[in-house]
């Protein structure tokens, strides 16, 4: 079903913060590569499909940098299973294509819930999927570890592990885990699934971090994206999640300081793309206005470093949504299609990014609507 409707996207896959075991090591969030195949634009043409590689601080794909303007619809897994429920994969992968998207994350793991990969521990379900790196996807007949619609994969969402604020123990996991998956796939990129927190020992835990709890959680962002199977690092935004008591203006200080942090740090310490995997502020808490102007000021900071060939790989939105899909809202659920000015600034931005560098392989895609 994947391949069948994004056969030119790129996609992302993650996890869900627990220490789940699929195929011996942590659930997975998956990063699906977008280039629009399978999707009609007025034109025949196929484009095959080249592997997301790494430069330094930056994505390349056939020689030519690369960048993400994208979002997460973490639901695609479940939703493919009951046919029923199927078309709405396709639908929202086809709304990310006319939009000019690049990039979806969403997951590759569900645990002893409705339609659980893993229904117990180590007992996996073929419907739903069975294992992941090495299964053999049954239209194409290519196991995932060397499909490059997919673009990388992500060890685990959101990781925490309060136990050892030292942050030992979860280093310990992730050089364990992402020599694991490097072991099995040697083509795809490997990212942790950071917060972004800075460490107890990271001078930055005083002066970007939102608050002192944030160094306790026993993640530790540069630490943790030293590694050298990680080839990228991720950054999440939810600034009304992570303060008490702040009005709006001092959120929308913190996300530039926040962002412009981290985009030094790919440049000057780690040399790898940052990618802003999870933005998002709530449609109950906040305006419209107060939206549009938080998704401006991510966007922007993400156009502007990908015009000075900074770290700053890109951003997904949290979170994009089809019709009759409520229950999984969250309060931060966009309908890419609904009549307000939120879908119209993604669109927006891939026409910029698009601009940056000659994407010769998707000139007439935004020539639809650039």
């Known amino acids: 079903m994947l391949q069948k409707v994004c056969k030119r996207y790129r996609i992302m896959v993650g996890g869900n913060g627990l220490f789940y075991p699929v195929v011996g090591f942590a659930s997975i969030v998956l990063f699906i590569y977008m280039s629009f195949g399978d999707v009609k634009f007025g034109f025949e043409e196929e484009v095959e499909l080249a592997f997301v590689e790494r430069n330094g601080t930056q994505f390349m794909v056939d020689g030519k940098a690369f960048y993400i303007n994208g979002w997460n619809s973490y639901w695609l897994m479940v939703q493919s ?77 959101e990781p925490r592990c309060m136990t050892d604020p030292s942050g030992d123990t979860l280093q310990d996991w992730i050089e364990e885990m992402s020599a694991f998956v490097k072991l099995i796939d040697k083509r795809h990129l490997v990212t942790v699934g950071l917060e972004g927190f800075y460490g ?109 060939n900074r770290s700053g790989g890109g951003c997904l939105v949290w979170q994009f949504l089809v019709g009759g899909m409520q229950e999984f809202s969250d309060d931060f659920g966009i309908i890419p299609w609904e009549k307000t000015p939120i879908p119209s600034m993604f669109i927006e931005q891939s026409c910029r990014l698009a601009k940056v560098k000659e994407w010769a392989h998707k000139d007439k895609i935004f020539k639809q609507f650039c």
């Open 81 to 157: 299973v009951d046919e029923y429920s199927r078309p709405r994969v396709r639908e929202m992968l086809k709304a990310g294509a006319k939009m000019g998207l690049t990039v979806c994350r969403t997951w590759a793991f569900n645990d002893g819930d409705y339609n659980a990969l893993q229904s117990s521990p180590g007992v996996f379900n073929e419907q739903t999927f069975k294992t992941i790196l090495t299964r053999k996807n049954t239209i194409t007949g290519i196991e995932y570890r060397n499909d490059p619609a997919i673009f990388g994969w992500e060890l685990i969402n």
């Open 200 to 308: 107890p020992n990271d001078p930055k835990r005083l002066t970007v971090n939102p608050e002192d709890w944030a160094s306790r959680l026993g993640s530790d962002f540069i630490r943790n994206s030293l590694i050298s199977n990680i080839d990228f690092t991720s950054v999440h935004i939810y600034p009304d999640h992570w303060f008490h008591e702040q009005v709006f203006e001092d959120y929308m200080k913190f996300v530039s300081k926040w962002m412009l942090s981290h985009i030094e740090d790919g440049d000057k310490v780690l040399n790898k793309p940052v990618v802003f995997s999870e933005f998002g502020l709530s449609d109950i808490n906040f305006t419209m206005s107060e939206r549009k102007t938080m998704y401006k000021t991510i966007l922007d900071i993400s156009y502007k470093s990908a015009k000075k």
